[in-house]
């Protein structure tokens, strides 16, 4: 299974976009990318998936190169109430590790006022 | 209506008891796991069921015991508590392997303390 590496923590102001980016230098052809948010005393939440290229939805944009072994979580004008952990994920298909969800550490992202 | 909710949302107990934290979810999903998230923050996949059967066994005690009764349950018993099992633990549903949709629900998450 990819391994995923991403800042522990980043800083930003409200109304700043906010790009996170996350390497996954051994992502395999079935895996695809996956960002989770989570505030705290919650529950993980999943924010946006992608395979290539670029993906968007009404809470991320996010960027993967033609090698796919990085992506970029793009959070547009930020508020307080994006302080939260942010997940780069590697998620498998196709096998017998289908769905499994490998959470490293995450980036811890506050937004300051 | 709560797509995933589990029961008790805290859970405070002595060690050597035996408990049970409850998950349910009404998305019609085939597919629930159980995360623990320890003190330092990591949320590690403990087990995953689909449609009952069990998929994935991560490196668990078996104190740690789940069961499904039916696809939209996922219920987890612990016997002989130990204080190192204090932590929350979340349940989760998805339906990824028909729809290749990777995205998970989960649950408020049920806080364990052993005292």
């Known amino acids: 299974l990819a391994k995923t590496t991403q800042p522990i923590s980043m800083d930003s102001y409200e109304g700043q976009e906010v790009n996170i980016t996350c390497s996954h230098n051994?992502?395999?052809?079935?895996?695809?990318i996956t960002w989770y948010q989570q505030f705290p005393s919650q529950g993980p939440r999943f924010i946006i998936q992608?395979?290539?290229t670029k993906v968007k939805n009404e809470v991320a944009s996010l960027f993967i190169p033609a090698d796919r072994k990085s992506s970029t979580l793009s959070l547009p004008r930020v508020s307080l109430s994006d302080t939260a952990v942010y997940y780069c994920?590697?998620?498998?298909?196709?096998?017998?590790?289908?769905?499994?969800?490998?959470f490293g550490q995450g980036t811890t992202l506050q937004v300051k006022p | 209506d709560t797509a995933v909710s589990q029961t008790p949302k805290y859970l405070v107990t002595q060690m050597g008891n035996d408990k049970s934290i409850k998950c349910e979810q009404n998305?019609?999903?085939?597919?629930m796991y159980w995360y623990k998230q320890d003190s330092k923050k990591f949320l590690k996949i403990m087990f995953s069921?689909?449609?009952?059967?069990?998929?994935i066994n991560e490196t668990v005690p078996n104190r740690f015991s789940p069961k499904s009764p039916d696809k939209a349950h996922l219920n987890l018993h612990i016997n002989s508590l130990e204080l190192g099992d204090s932590a929350v633990y979340f349940c989760?549903?998805?339906?990824?392997?028909?729809?290749?949709?990777?995205?998970?629900?989960f649950g408020q998450g049920t806080r364990l303390t052993v005292v």
């Open positions: 998305l019609g999903h085939d597919t």
């Open positions: 992608g395979y290539k």
């Open positions: 069921y689909n449609n009952k059967e069990l998929i």
């Open positions: 989760a549903s998805s339906q990824v392997e028909k729809t290749g949709n990777t995205e998970a629900f």
């Open positions: 994920l590697v998620v498998p298909l196709g096998s017998s590790n289908t769905g499994k969800l490998i």
């Open positions: 051994n992502i395999a052809t079935n895996d695809y």
